[in-house]
């Protein structure tokens, strides 16, 4: 009964390799997101897709490349991994109101993800 | 552009004291406002959230926070904390819908028994 998971927990790999990050929610929203989380705990937006349609793309490398083929997933693909992706990186989902207005954010587990 | 400020990064504090955890914001429209905690190797989860009406704000575990328009800021107070609110305390902000949320760089809160 999660509401938002993430697989793989952890993931350690080369620098180069090309790696997925998957992400599903059971909550029926309509919105989700990635963020990156980097060693001083900092959080920072990458992507925001509404209804399979990306509405937010922060100046993230295209390396990064994310792909939602329905509503309830929302996957994270890298090329050529590089030492600096290292870092936590976390899926949320989250649904309008009846005024519009997208409120709370729910957090997947993480990802943890080292580069070698 | 909107920012959000947490002038703390670390803040111990001992058992069944009171805290009090700062955040301040800029922004020239009206912001919905959020705090979020992570607990250690977790997501992040809401603890309390601002968008209108009262300015005062409780959470169901006895935290509270007040947004203050004058000198924008949303505070996060709790009168006395336990062990478990040990973790990191994150300060948002969003202006529309469908913006993105703004977060602060966060706010490590240790209690110590």
């Known amino acids: 009964d999660t509401a938002v998971s993430q697989t793989p927990k952890y993931l350690v790999t080369q620098m180069g390799n090309d790696k997925s990050i998957k992400c599903e929610q059971n909550l029926g929203h309509d919105t989700m997101y990635w963020y990156k989380q980097d060693s001083k705990k900092f959080l920072k937006i990458m992507f925001s897709y509404n209804n399979k349609e990306l509405i937010i793309n922060e100046t993230v490398p295209n390396r990064f490349s994310p792909k939602s083929p329905d509503k309830a997933h929302l996957n994270l693909h890298i090329n050529s991994l590089e030492l600096g992706d290292s870092a936590v990186y976390f899926c949320a989902s989250s649904q309008a109101t009846l005024a519009g207005v997208q409120e709370t954010q729910y957090f997947g587990p993480g990802t943890r993800l080292l580069v070698l | 552009a909107q920012s959000v400020t947490q002038l703390d990064s670390q803040v111990p504090v001992f058992e069944e004291a009171p805290v009090e955890l700062r955040c301040n914001y800029s922004?020239?429209?009206?912001?919905?406002l959020f705090w979020y905690v992570q607990y250690p190797n977790q997501g992040l989860q809401l603890l309390l959230k601002y968008l209108s009406g009262s300015t005062l704000v409780e959470s169901i575990n006895g935290f509270e926070a007040e947004f203050n328009k004058s000198q924008t800021s949303f505070h996060l107070r709790k009168p006395s904390v336990h062990i478990s609110d040990t973790a990191e305390y994150f300060c948002a902000v969003k202006r529309t819908s469908y913006d993105k949320v703004i977060f602060g760089p966060g706010t490590s809160l240790s209690v110590i028994p």
């Open positions: 922004s020239s429209v009206s912001v919905y």
